[in-house]
């Protein structure tokens, strides 16, 4: 589905700080969640995923965190960089043989030096 | 790994104009492909996919129109452009046809005036 707002929620961290980007789903029976990462003028990229067999995946100083029950997902960044500046989404998919993601709105974060 | 290439990068066209935006995926077979727009500061719309040569399904009713001829080659077609076709459009890729994860290219941006 769509992804719609007038304005993207925002962030702002010190350079150092660790950031925690919240996302919340609706559809209880996804299964599969991706974070994305824009920057001004590119395309998303790839971040990290997790099933939803696990709730919580490490990679390269960033953490995802997934709560089931109250359909809450979230990505921290451990020592935030000024590179990490960018616009941070999250998606998922419901499953089975639909292999389309419904992204969420997408969160700014700003990393001041 | 795979690679997405979208050409072209940036595009000027008038209202009432044709469109033809290449999509082409490298690295891997039997990719879905997408299409998605994005307007300024929103999220992603999911516009048209497809799961194999010849086979689209439509998102959302529009002036769009999109074609797979070949296994890596994704093409967004119009034959009259509106104001409202305006948008950064971004082509992804899975590794395979029972992948979840989408790889994005660099985007077109478009403007029609």
């Known amino acids: 589905g769509e992804s719609v707002g007038l304005h993207l929620p925002t962030l702002s961290v010190q350079e150092g700080d660790n950031s925690i980007i919240n996302c919340a789903y609706s559809?209880?029976?996804?299964?599969?969640f991706i974070w994305y990462k824009q920057e001004s003028g590119k395309g998303p990229q790839f971040i990290i995923d997790?099933?939803?067999?696990?709730d919580k995946r490490q990679g390269q100083r960033v953490t995802v965190l997934l709560n089931k029950t109250v359909k809450h997902l979230s990505l921290q960044i451990a020592a935030t960089q000024p590179g990490d500046s960018a616009v941070y989404f999250c998606?998922?998919?419901?499953?089975?043989?639909?292999?389309?993601?419904?992204f969420g709105k997408g969160t700014l974060l700003t990393v001041n030096p | 790994s795979q690679t997405i290439h979208q050409w072209p990068a940036t595009l000027v066209q008038p209202v009432g104009s044709p469109l033809s935006l290449e999509c082409t995926v490298e690295g891997t077979s039997n990719p879905n492909l997408y299409w998605y727009r994005q307007a300024a500061g929103r999220g992603l719309q999911l516009l048209f996919y497809s799961v194999g040569i010849g086979q689209i399904s439509s998102e959302v009713p529009q002036n769009l129109s999109a074609s797979r001829p070949q296994d890596r080659q994704f093409i967004l077609s119009s034959k009259k452009l509106l104001l409202s076709d305006s948008g950064f459009y971004l082509c992804?890729?899975?590794?395979?046809?029972?992948?979840?994860?989408?790889?994005f290219g660099p985007g077109t941006r478009l403007t029609v005036t």
């Open positions: 992804a890729s899975t590794a395979g046809v029972r992948s979840y994860e989408q790889y």
């Open positions: 559809n209880s029976a996804s299964d599969y």
């Open positions: 998606a998922e998919n419901s499953g089975g043989s639909n292999y389309k993601l419904t």
């Open positions: 997790i099933r939803s067999n696990m």
